[in-house]
């Protein structure tokens, strides 16, 4: 199976900056590949998916790129409602497996 | 507007079984595939299982294959996990997850969430 690696494992950042978090697939899965922000006691949020398509009511600071095996969700003037953990997950094919997790935390 | 509602979680002995419930409202169930992935305490999501919308195909992480089941009630909008032989590290929330797609796709989109049910694997 693909397997999903996440960089870095958390980063501090402050209200303003621009964050980068970076997803890596074990094998090409194209750009088939998904991002979701989740909360202490939320539910899990859909950003992004097919890499780089903004789903609908999520804010335009987020934004995705890449194919294949390396993919980047970036957060662009990082607000006070952005520090959460950020997933990425593999999204053609069962199983359809989730990245380890970024924890955005303020600086 | 989408609903999905979990049920059945709870603290149960190792060894046993449990069966998780999702009630499902606000779309047309029988069109899309449905899935569950768990959240163990301080780790990340971990998808264990969907079913396409007629319920006539499911896929599983190999780690549950042979101890987990789902299901559907397409008459009933209903979608089930039965759990068997469950184990500590099973402990975790349960969410019932919708897909945008139905399953023959083959892709994945996971745009509505229930809330979750916990699960506490203990003696």
């Known amino acids: 199976d693909i397997q999903m690696t996440q960089s870095p494992f958390s980063l501090s950042a402050s209200v303003g900056d621009r964050v980068t978090i970076t997803c890596r697939a074990s094998q090409g899965i194209s750009n088939s590949l998904a991002w979701y922000q989740v909360k202490p006691g939320k539910v899990p949020k859909l950003l992004i998916y097919t890499a780089s398509t903004l789903q609908s009511g999520v804010p335009s600071r987020f934004s995705g790129s890449g194919s294949e095996t390396e993919f980047t969700l970036t957060i662009s003037n990082l607000q006070p409602e952005d520090f959460a953990t950020y997933y990425c997950q593999k999204s053609y094919g069962a199983p359809f497996t989730f990245g380890g997790g970024t924890k955005v935390e303020i600086k | 507007q989408v609903q999905l509602v979990e049920s059945g979680g709870g603290v149960v002995q190792p060894g046993k079984s449990l069966r998780l419930s999702c009630a499902a409202s606000g779309f047309t169930f029988t069109h899309y595939g449905m899935h569950w992935v768990r959240q163990a305490p301080g780790k990340g999501l971990e998808w264990l299982a969907g079913i396409w919308h007629r319920g006539d195909n499911a896929n599983y992480v190999d780690s549950v294959k042979g101890r987990f089941t789902i299901s559907r009630d397409n008459s009933n909008n209903t979608v089930y996990l039965q759990m068997k032989s469950l184990r500590a590290d099973d402990t975790a929330v349960y969410y019932c997850?919708?897909?945008?797609?139905?399953?023959?796709?083959?892709?994945?989109?996971?745009?509505?969430w229930g809330p979750g049910t916990l699960v506490t694997v203990s003696s």
């Open positions: 997850v919708k897909d945008r797609y139905s399953g023959y796709e083959r892709r994945a989109k996971f745009d509505y």
